[in-house]
């Protein structure tokens, strides 16, 4: 009998020896990160050139994927500045090419065209994407997002933004923080990019 308890006794020390290990040396991020990452279901959306983007687009690089719509007050003009602002760290952070992607929740009125002059205006290396509500809504659900439109045509949205891996995974989910204003920090976002990238 006391040789099972010290048996017990031994495992279980040697269980919680190997969690403190884990949890002094896992990388802290303020992203929920996702391990492993999850696979995403195929997809065709069309950029803002009209041309045709789907799984493949994603892999070799990392991207950052935001939703919102070209009439939106605040939100969405606020991230794509501060994304716009920090690319070069962003870049710098992962030490590969990341694509900015922003997808609108408003198929209706964000044409091609109105879409290629909007994304432009705050860097032209971002890509901005589009497709019918068939589409998109099962689209956002697998990445963690979501959007409703009123009876008046206003759009609610999330305000977080998903890393996608270079594999074309879901790797991460960057969360708003909380204020008057919904916006991730991207100073944060470059920090957890940095290690999540490299890990």
Not at 5 to 31: D, K, M, N
Not at 53 to 64: A, P, R, V, Y
Request: proline share 7%; with cysteine; net charge negative.
């Amino acid at each position: 009998m006391k040789a099972v308890l010290s048996l017990v006794l031994a495992l279980a020390f040697c269980a919680g020896l190997g969690l403190y290990f884990w949890i002094i040396t896992s990388p802290h991020v303020e992203a929920l990160w996702y391990q492993p990452a999850r696979q995403l279901s195929p997809f065709e959306l069309s950029d803002q050139r009209g041309q045709p983007f789907t799984q493949e687009n994603l892999k070799g690089h990392w991207s950052l994927l935001f939703l919102g719509y070209t009439s939106c007050p605040d939100v969405c003009p606020a991230t794509l500045s501060r994304l716009s602002a920090s690319y070069p760290q962003l870049e710098e952070a992962a030490g590969a090419p990341v694509q900015v992607l922003f997808l609108s929740a408003d198929p209706g009125r964000d044409s091609t065209e109105k879409l290629a002059a909007y994304i432009h205006f705050f860097r032209p290396e971002f890509i901005a994407l589009r497709a019918e509500s068939a589409v998109l809504e099962p689209f956002t659900r697998q990445l963690g997002l979501m959007y409703r439109q009123s009876a008046n045509g206003d759009i609610s949205h999330s305000a977080g933004m998903v890393l996608i891996n270079p594999q074309g995974q879901l790797e991460a989910m960057f969360r708003p923080a909380e204020g008057n204003l919904p916006l991730v920090d991207t100073r944060q976002l470059v920090a957890d990019l940095a290690v999540i990238s490299h890990h």
